[in-house]
C-alpha cells in the first residue's frame, strides 16, 4: 500500500527519570511505526480487500445475530466479542448463531469452542443484555469495532506482534506490555492508519490478515 507518513515528533534524551521514560516511550512508538509500515507494505492486494471489508462483515454478521433473535447491536456484538479468545473466528461465524438457539431454547446448556468464563458472559449478554461483562483492552475495543466504531483497535497478538516485532531486550513485550505501552501502540497504529488515509479500524485489519500470513510463512 502507498502511504504519504509525517515523520515521527522527535524527542531529546533528558538526563531525569520523567525524560527517560518519555524518551523510550518516543523509542518504542517510532519502532512500532516503522514495523507496522513494513508490515503494511507487504500486504497482497487480497488482504487489502480482506482487511478493508473485515469489520464491515463482522458488523453485517452482528446485526443479523440481532435481527434474528431479537438482540441489540451492541448485544450481539459483545457476544462475539466476549467468546473470541482462543476461538477462530471462522467458528464463531458458523457456530454462534446455532449456540444462540440453543441457548435460548435450554438456558445455561449450550456448549461452545473457548473459555467457559468467556461462554458465561455471552449468557449473560444474551439474557440480561449485561454489556458490563465486556471487559479488557482487546475484547473491549473488538466489540466496539463490529458495532460499527471505526477508531476502535482491536489488539490481539497478531496485530501486537506487526507493531512490536522485535522491539526490547527480550524481542517480544506481548506478554508483559504495560498500559502506558499500549497506549504507544496504539497511537502507533492510529499514526499510520492516517498516512494511509485509512480509519484506525481498516488498516490494523489490513496489517492483521498480512501479519498472519508472514508469521505462518517460513523464512526465506
Known amino acids: ?12 534524551f533528558v538526563p531525569t527519570a520523567k525524560g ?7 523509542r518504542l512508538y517510532r519502532a512500532c511505526c516503522r514495523n507496522l509500515r513494513a508490515v503494511a507494505d507487504q500486504a497482497r492486494s487480497a488482504e487489502i ?8 462483515r463482522a458488523n453485517r454478521l452482528a446485526q443479523g445475530l440481532a435481527d434474528r433473535f431479537g438482540l441489540t447491536l451492541e448485544q450481539a456484538a459483545g457476544i462475539l466479542a466476549v467468546m473470541s479468545p482462543g476461538v477462530a473466528w471462522d467458528t464463531q461465524v458458523e457456530r454462534t448463531g446455532a449456540w444462540i438457539e440453543a441457548e435460548l431454547a435450554a438456558p445455561g446448556s449450550a456448549t461452545f469452542a473457548g473459555y467457559t468464563t ?3 458472559k ?3 449478554l444474551l439474557v440480561k443484555g449485561t454489556l458490563g461483562v465486556i471487559k479488557g483492552p482487546k475484547v473491549t475495543a ?10 476502535a483497535l ?5 496485530a501486537l506482534r506487526a507493531a512490536l516485532g522485535t522491539y526490547g531486550p527480550d524481542g517480544d513485550l506481548r506478554n508483559s506490555m504495560t498500559a502506558g505501552q499500549r497506549r504507544t501502540v496504539e497511537k502507533a497504529y492510529r499514526h499510520c492508519a492516517k498516512g494511509y488515509g485509512l480509519a484506525p479500524r481498516e488498516f490494523q485489519a489490513i496489517v492483521w490478515c498480512a501479519q498472519r500470513r508472514l508469521t505462518l510463512e517460513p523464512s526465506l
Open 1 to 12: 500500500m502507498k502511504h504519504a507518513e509525517p515523520q515521527a515528533p522527535k524527542a531529546p
Open 154 to 158: 482491536a489488539l490481539d497478538r497478531h
Open 20 to 26: 527517560a521514560k518519555q524518551w523510550e516511550s518516543t
Open 49 to 56: 480487500t480482506e482487511g478493508l471489508l473485515w469489520y464491515t
Open 118 to 120: 468467556n461462554v458465561n
Open 142 to 151: 473488538f466489540w466496539r469495532a463490529i458495532a460499527g466504531n471505526t477508531e
Open 122 to 124: 455471552a449468557r449473560q
